[in-house]
């Protein structure tokens, strides 16, 4: 019996995929025995590993006694490692000493550990993969589950899986510097045109420079003051004037209501007649000559109800790629859902949901507007300046805010019986933009004409902003004026400027 040859030792199979899970043990005992014989080989791998990352039971708990010590900053070698699995009670968990002692035996330095940590980091992520599709396959054959919210849940699971194991690493400023530098001759050379997409209104393209690339815009207002009228009024210019296509989610109306808005805001008839259908000669010929300026613009509608961040990317990223989209709008924030994930508060799914949002922008490299709500605060102060919306008063959450690169405000003091300004201007069919957040440049106040009936915003007429000084589409209080010795504000060229419209 004694001289009996040994069975071979087999690597253990799952019988749960019948398959032999991806694995590197011999890899494994190599970079264990690399962290105890070179003190800075940690700092390589200590972001790429994790204790789950090795396969083998005993080799976490080894790499999760290493992890100690480093963190606490005491040595790492074979001595100070057997110490902290004694005290951790583990020792004999995981071979005893001779196997601690075994693991740096075979290995003579460090120079391969980052490498030989990817090919680990990988086949844990292999591992992770095929257990989240045996999940979702055991779900999608119970006849309990509802397809959709387990779709829903599935890209929610494998967005956070991603986003576990794909890190962005750092880069030397270098090629960074020569990026910037392209950018700005670029700009130079647009001759002080707009580098990003156009608003359609004068004095807020003069600040913003155009929506910029990757920016999360934030519109934000009290219900009544015209924040959707503003967006749609926004789409109009973008997507009818300047022809540059833009996807539109309406989580608030369906495609018909929104479309009737869109057509008074174009053809310049009352919604209540386009509702009733009661338009006289006069407004047929106008609907007849400029609808289908709205038929044959690149505006993509989708009104699906409760929609969640997930399938919002989804959805994005498809019109980005087979539409050329370069604008999103968001009809509104605080309808939208973060479903497949649990929340101990609406404030910290809306938190994901903004953070989200803004993830999105910069992986489609395109700017995102979202309308928001405020909250009541603002209906409990007096005064002009009482009701002038705040950032504080951002509904829900204060991540928008935080992860906002604009944040705008629309507001009408004639809602509020306030038809005269400090300076005496007269304020009945004016609107203001109010600028409060602008990462990039200045803050400050646009003056629109709000015209309700026809649910459209526009720019001041000339005669008005001849006469009326602030009301006339200028720039109020912002640092643009130069009166408080403000430096311009940064115009980030990110996207090729486009051309006035012809009309």
């Known amino acids: 019996m004694a001289n009996q040859p040994k069975r071979p030792q087999h690597r253990p199979i799952d019988n749960n995929y019948g398959h ?4 590197a043990p011999d890899i494994e005992k190599i970079v264990l025995g ?13 972001e790429i590993l994790h204790p789950e990352t090795f396969y083998e039971p005993r080799n976490q708990k080894i790499y999760s006694a290493i992890q100690k ?30 196997y601690v002692i075994e693991l740096s035996s075979h290995v003579a330095s460090s120079a391969h550990i980052e490498y030989h940590a990817h090919i680990l980091a990988q086949k844990y992520m292999a591992r992770q993969l095929i257990s989240f599709a045996s999940v979702v396959e055991t779900k999608a ?45 670029k700009a130079a050379e647009n001759k002080g045109e707009l580098t990003g997409v156009p608003t359609g209104y004068r004095k807020l393209d003069e600040i913003t420079a155009g929506w910029q690339a990757s920016d999360l815009v934030i519109i934000a207002g009290r219900p009544a003051m015209g924040k959707t009228a503003f967006a749609l009024s926004l789409a109009k210019n973008i997507a009818v004037d300047y022809n540059i296509p833009i996807a539109f989610f309406s989580l608030e ?20 007649k386009i509702l009733n259908g009661q338009l006289d000669d006069e407004e047929w010929k106008r609907l007849d000559a400029n609808v289908g300026k709205l038929q044959n613009s690149p505006i993509y509608v989708d009104d699906t109800a409760g929609m969640s961040i997930f399938e919002l990317r989804t959805k994005a990223r498809r019109l980005v790629r087979e539409k050329g989209v370069k604008v999103i709008m968001i009809d509104y924030l605080q ?13 910290e799914e809306v938190s994901t949901i903004s953070r989200s949002l803004k993830g999105l922008a910069k992986e489609l490299n395109i700017p995102i507007l979202a309308l928001s709500q405020l909250n009541r605060t603002v209906e409990n102060r007096d005064g002009l300046d009482g009701k002038r919306p705040q950032l504080s008063d951002l509904r829900e959450s204060g991540a928008i805010e935080q992860d906002a690169d604009m944040v705008l405000f629309v ?13 005496g201007n007269d304020l009945r069919g004016m609107a203001q933009v109010i600028i409060a957040k602008h990462r990039k440049g200045a803050t400050g106040d646009v003056t629109l004409t709000f015209k309700g009936a026809f649910t459209r915003f526009e720019n001041p007429d000339e005669s008005r902003m001849s006469n009326a000084g602030d009301i006339g589409g200028e720039i109020v209080g912002s640092r643009l004026n130069g009166g408080d010795d403000m430096p311009p504000p940064f115009i980030d060229p990110g996207v090729i400027p486009v051309s006035e419209p012809p009309f």
């Open 69 to 98: 010590l480093n963190i606490d900053e005491r040595p790492v070698d074979i001595l100070t490692v057997i110490e902290e699995l004694k005290h951790e009670g583990t020792l004999e968990e995981v071979g005893g000493e001779a």
């Open 34 to 46: 690399a962290l105890m014989i070179d003190k800075d080989a940690f700092t390589i791998v200590g």
């Open 141 to 185: 054959f119970d006849d309990t589950v509802d397809v959709d919210e387990l779709m829903q849940e599935t890209e929610s699971s494998l967005f956070e899986l991603s986003q576990k194991n794909l890190r962005q690493d750092y880069t030397q400023v270098d090629p960074v510097v020569k990026e910037a530098i392209k950018i700005l001759q």
């Open 411 to 423: 507001h009408r003091p004639e809602y509020y019986h306030i038809y005269q300004d400090d300076h």
């Open 20 to 23: 032999l899970q991806p694995q």
């Open 335 to 347: 309808l939208m859902n973060a479903n497949g994930a649990r929340f101990g508060s609406r404030q």
């Open 253 to 272: 109306m369906n495609n018909v209501q929104l479309v009737n808005r869109l057509i008074s805001n174009v053809c310049e008839v009352e919604g209540r």
